[in-house]
């Protein structure tokens, strides 16, 4: 059974930093492209950012590039997301999410975490 | 970016009806859409991809169709755990974009 596991939550104050985990079990971790998505108090989902196999390629939304960094350790199964100078809007939960490919491109995520809330705020 | 309108905000349909929710895309996506499922504090459920591709362990009740920029999920006959927010999404270009959702509640 796939089991993706968020930690790394908390109240933040803006401009300071985060690093968000994610756990995984139950598949392969190395062979798939992993993604990061958001979804704010009351709000839809917004993709952050993804990761390939191995690391070779990554992807960010605007609005979290040059801020976020996504990173994975395959040795662990674990995928990261390093936020940097969060703002109020970065407030949300996180969700890591498997994808079925190794590769990000025409893929989608097929199992989620439950999500782990982030909130900025002085 | 291409956006992705979904319709209507919410459907209130009864036990056994069929409900037909909609996804419209600003430009086209091919086939490369997917529909999930979100039931208050839970994680998304993937139910569609490929546009009409069930994933595994979707009830056959739930059914996918379109491509290019209109897409449809129809959910055949309502049962009470379908009573939930749905999702679509886009995987074509980047950024990649989810629709708005659409609440299905019990009429």
Redesign the interface.
């Known amino acids: 059974e796939v089991q993706l596991l968020e930690s790394g939550g908390g109240l933040v104050q803006p401009g300071g930093s985060l690093r968000l985990s994610c756990a995984a079990s139950g598949f392969t971790f190395s062979n798939y492209a992993m ?1 990061w ?1 958001r979804q704010a108090p009351g709000k ?4 952050v950012s ?1 990761i390939s196999e191995r690391g070779g390629s990554t ?4 609005s979290v590039k040059g801020r976020f960094t996504i990173s994975r350790d395959d040795s662990k199964n674990t995928l990261y997301l390093q936020m940097h100078s969060p703002r109020a809007e970065d407030t949300a939960i996180y ?1 890591c999410a498997k994808t ?1 490919t190794p590769l990000l491109s ?10 782990i809330l982030v909130t900025v705020s002085s | 970016e291409i956006v992705m309108t979904q319709s209507p905000a919410t459907l209130s349909v009864s036990p056994g009806e069929r409900a037909t929710l909609s996804c419209r895309a600003s430009q086209s996506v091919s086939s490369n859409l997917a529909w999930y499922q979100q039931k208050a504090g839970q994680a998304p459920r993937l139910l569609i991809y490929g546009a009409s591709t069930r994933a595994t362990g979707v009830p056959v009740r739930f059914s996918g169709s379109g491509s290019g920029a209109e897409f449809t999920l129809t959910i055949s006959s309502l049962q009470s755990e379908d009573f939930a927010v749905y999702f679509c999404h886009q995987y074509n270009s980047w950024p990649r974009t989810f629709g708005q959702g659409t609440k299905v509640e019990i009429k």
């Not at chain 1, 839809?44 to 993709?47: K, N, P, R, T, V």
């Not at chain 1, 992807?59 to 605007?62: E, F, I, P, Q, S």
């Open positions: 993604t998505v839809g989902l917004e993709w993804g992807y960010y939304a605007d969700h079925p025409g893929s989608y995520p097929d199992y989620w975490g439950q999500g």
